[in-house]
């Protein structure tokens, strides 16, 4: 298959374009920077220059192609709700070229939108809809895809993809355990993350477009929950820093703008994305990769 991959030169994206190649797919990569450019060539991919939010071109390489893989999502938090919205409009644009074809489209979404009092599942729907919560747009947009009659899929991933070269949310709280002195979590930590390794997420994107099964929705996760206070200890054994307990005050001072994910607490399970791909997570545990590759 000829695939279409935007954030094609990112820390999910390049995985993702590395699989498909392996598995034997050429790859469409779409790239904004020259060094982004030579990087992808250099992979074996073909390279479309240009920005994901340029409507009429991300359309026409979809429709160039015979299947679509969206991991481009901007991360700046200062325009987050703006960005949510972007992302929005993309996929609804990536909606109407694909409609009718019988064309994959995967869409990437988070796990940490759900809020259950339990582990969510793949059949779990967002309780809250993207005027409650931005990132749910990306969701919404698959689902008016789907109602425009597109092949369209979802694939959730935890709060933390790891690997060497991370640079999410694990290098977020280093760097924020450096400048307190501290690694904190708050309260007793035992709130839980779910995590992949970026090599098996993406193993996931191609699996649904070479099998493209009933099941629309698709959990990257291999590792269920790990306590908040274990990744903290984690880090302060990496930077050779103390750990502690926060709350309160002291809990917005450490962690900012970042408390509200700092104290987020979701279990996930991905049997059914198992099962229906034949997934199975094999890369190194969140803790292991943290000890091994991110000090």
Known sequence: ?????????????????????AAGHSVLGLVRSEGAVQKLKDAGADVQPGDVNNIELIKQCATACDAVIHTAFNHDFSQYKANCEADRLIIHAFGEALAGTGKPL?????????RYDRAVNEDDALQSGSEVVPRAASEEAAATATAMGTNAYVVRLPPTVHDRGDHGFVPMIAAMAKERGASAYIGNGQNHWP??????AAKIYRLIIEKQPIQKVFHAVAEEGIAFKEIAQSIGAGLGLPVKAVSGEEAEKHFSWFLHFAAMDCLATSTKTQNTLGWQPVEIGLLKDIKANYF
């Open 195 to 200: 995590a992949v390794h970026r090599l098996d």
């Open 1 to 21: 298959m000829r695939v279409f991959v935007t954030g094609a030169s990112g820390f999910v994206g390049s995985a993702v374009v590395n699989d498909l190649l």
């Open 106 to 114: 995967v869409i990437t979404s988070g796990i940490g939108l759900l």
